[in-house]
């Protein structure tokens, strides 16, 4: 099939709703033509073509998109997810454990590449969000140990100082290919986004206790709070999309 007419049929079955069928479409080109040919077509999609297929993994059977999407597809379809509004982000962790942990994943390449897009601390703080507890005690201690949940907090100056500490446990003690690792490579590899992650999600719980909405803005014009924007590497650097990418979902 032309890679154009393919592209054309993906995104006309997602905008109709039929995921299944088009994870099929581009299947049957790996299947046809080779990985390759795929992996081009991914890159000329939409991010948020690319998000709308990966989004909905099912653990029972691989996805060839989820196999082949490279760290920079994934970013750009990541940091729009937050679109869909789900309150749980549970397809969010799904998607983010089933592409960045396959077997031939480099862990660390990819999270490089969503905190280089302006919305990517945002992301992984919204992968985050049922553990804030932990993550924060994870950056006061160095563990897991859920005993640990509610101690007092780092201030954001201690939360910087403590960014080159050694580590306490062995990534291997946290291999779950889950939330733990992750949290471990962030803070071990990608010291500066780990960080971020953190002041994104403080930022967040805060506005929950102020009673606003997700993009809401406090009423008072300064007062000494942190500004979430302000955490994303990708601030000097934004993603390049177009206004039909940012309002399709």
Not at 7 to 25: P, R, W
Request: proline share 2%; aromatic share 6%.
């Amino acid at each position: 099939m032309n890679h154009l007419a393919l592209i054309t049929k993906t995104t006309s079955l997602i905008a109709a709703g039929d995921i299944v069928g088009a994870e099929s479409a581009l299947a049957e080109l790996a299947d046809t033509e080779g990985d390759n040919a795929l992996m081009v077509v991914l890159d000329q999609l939409a991010p948020k073509d690319v998000l709308a297929v990966m989004r909905e993994y099912d653990d029972s059977k691989a996805s060839v998109v989820n196999l082949l999407v490279t760290p920079e597809q994934f970013a750009r379809a990541m940091v729009l997810e937050k679109q869909y509004k789900d309150l749980t982000h549970t397809h969010l962790r799904n998607m983010v454990n089933a592409v960045i942990f396959r077997d031939d994943a480099d862990t660390v390449e990819f999270l490089t590449a969503i905190g280089d897009l302006e919305g990517g601390a945002e992301a992984l703080a919204n992968y985050f969000a049922e553990k804030w507890s932990r993550i924060e005690a994870f950056a006061r201690t160095g563990t897991f140990d859920a005993t640990e949940d509610y101690g007092l907090t780092l201030t954001d100056d201690e939360l910087l100082a403590s960014g080159y500490v050694q580590p306490r446990i062995d990534q291997d003690e946290v291999a779950d290919r889950d939330w733990m690792q992750l949290a471990w490579l962030l803070r071990y590899e990608c010291r500066d986004l780990f960080i971020e992650t953190l002041l994104v999600l403080r930022a967040k719980a805060r506005a929950h206790d102020m009673g606003l909405e997700e993009g809401d803005e406090p009423a008072e014009e300064d007062d000494g709070k942190f500004e979430t924007s302000d955490t994303d590497r990708g601030k000097a650097t934004p993603a390049a999309r177009t206004s039909d990418e940012e309002s399709a979902i």
